[in-house]
């Protein structure tokens, strides 16, 4: 999920699974890996399904009215050393716990509001920084095969 654009106008909360799993080559054989949890965000009015946003950041008082839609679908993923494959609208109906959890985790991710507020505070110094060519952004170089 992308940013809270300010423009955009939010419609609901949702609460959605997504797995993700990896399959790596190494020297030493094949690495299988399975990552999976509740994401907790909101949706904007862009669309039928509307785009999704992060609540990193966000103030209680902020998304506490916002209404929430339970909706029964999950995401998954698969990562291969060539091969991408997504899978989205999978039926799964979360429990109260794993809903209860996801915005629990997302909420307080940072911290207390005053840990929250320090981030922002910092984050605006790192940007400032950037700005002000103080500290330079070391650029990555992505080929087509790491992209994948």
Known sequence: MKPLDPAQVVKYCTVALDVRVTETRHKSGLCRSIEAGMDFGRRGKDGDDGEGYALDLSPL????????????????????????????????????????????????????????????????????????????????????????
């Not at 091969?83 to 207390?112: C, M, N, Q, W």
């Open 61 to 148: 008082a902020e998304i506490a009215a916002l209404p929430f839609r339970l909706e029964n679908n999950a995401t998954a993923i698969y990562y291969g050393d060539d091969t991408y494959d997504r899978k989205d609208g999978l039926a799964y109906t979360p429990s109260l716990l794993e809903v209860l959890d996801a915005i629990f985790f997302d909420i307080s991710f940072h911290g207390s509001s005053a840990d929250k507020a320090e981030r922002v505070l910092d984050l605006k110094a790192q940007v400032k920084a950037i700005d002000d060519r103080i500290v330079a952004l070391i650029p990555v170089k992505l080929d087509d095969e790491t992209i994948q």
